[in-house]
């Protein structure tokens, strides 16, 4: 059976990944930090649940061995964490610490095939400046997490070749746990956001545009906008 794994795979976007994954015959190894509270997720047999650190080199190289393509779809700190407390507790390096771990430990694992998910507040607006930079699109509180995301995307491009074949996918302004998948999604360059940055989109339809690239690669070592 062909296997990917997914780091955060208890998550929003893990969830939705890796039930996209099951519907397309895919196995999944499953990593959370916590395999008891996310006992659901390997009630599958097709799903190996591993408790697993994307931080750690050594545990990423043990959890993906095997693997056709790793998925990361971790985030340091939940939605509701940062509108209590903010960004205090937010290691800024955590992406890009994240993004060596994966590197290092993809390389010894044999998984050659990386996508990861960024912020919208990464994309580019229609007149060439930053949505992170408009009060209006992105609220300058939550800056901390757009520098951390924008530290661990520019860590991909640091290190040169020594990466495995990397993709981004950036999300709109609302990634939408509850709407249904619609079927349907965009994707375009990340350069230039191809519609309102502000726009909606499913969980469930981005994880059909990450199976999707599993399945036919078609962007490399770059960042893409996902919209709806
Ligand atoms: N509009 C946007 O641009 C937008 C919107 C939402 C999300 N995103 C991005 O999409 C990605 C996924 O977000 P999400 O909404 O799915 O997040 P989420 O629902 O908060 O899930 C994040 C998961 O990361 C896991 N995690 C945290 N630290 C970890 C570690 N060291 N090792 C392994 N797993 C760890 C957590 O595991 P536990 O279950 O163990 O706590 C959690 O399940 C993030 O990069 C986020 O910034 C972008």
Do not use: K, N
């Not at 709407?179 to 909606?200: L, N, Q």
Request: aromatic share 8%.
């Amino acid at each position: 059976m062909t296997r990917i794994v997914v780091f955060g795979a208890g998550g929003r976007a893990g969830r939705a990944v890796t039930a996209e994954a099951l519907r397309r015959g895919f196995g999944v190894t499953a990593v959370v930090r916590d395999p008891l509270r996310h006992a659901a997720l390997g009630e599958r047999a097709e799903v190996r649940l591993v408790r697993g650190d994307i931080t750690d080199a050594a545990s990423v190289a043990g959890t993906a061995r095997g693997a056709v393509a790793a998925v990361h779809a971790v985030s340091p700190m939940t939605e509701t964490e940062a509108a209590t407390a903010g960004f205090t507790r937010l290691d800024p390096a955590f992406f890009a610490r994240t993004a060596d771990a994966l590197c290092e430990g993809l390389a010894a694992a044999g998984v050659d095939r990386l996508l990861t998910l960024g912020l919208f507040a990464l994309l580019r607006t229609a007149d060439g400046g930053y949505v992170r930079d408009r009060a209006d699109l992105f609220p300058p509180a939550y800056l901390p997490f757009a520098r951390a995301h924008q530290a661990g995307l520019d860590r991909f491009a640091e290190r040169g070749g020594h990466t495995p074949d990397w993709v981004q996918f950036v999300p709109p302004a609302h990634l939408d746990p509850e709407a249904p998948a619609r079927g349907t999604y965009r994707v375009g360059p990340a350069a230039r956001a191809p519609e309102d940055p502000a726009g909606r989109l499913a969980y469930a339809d981005l994880a059909l545009a990450l199976l999707d690239e599993v399945e036919r690669p078609a962007y490399h070592r770059q960042a893409v906008a996902v919209t709806g």
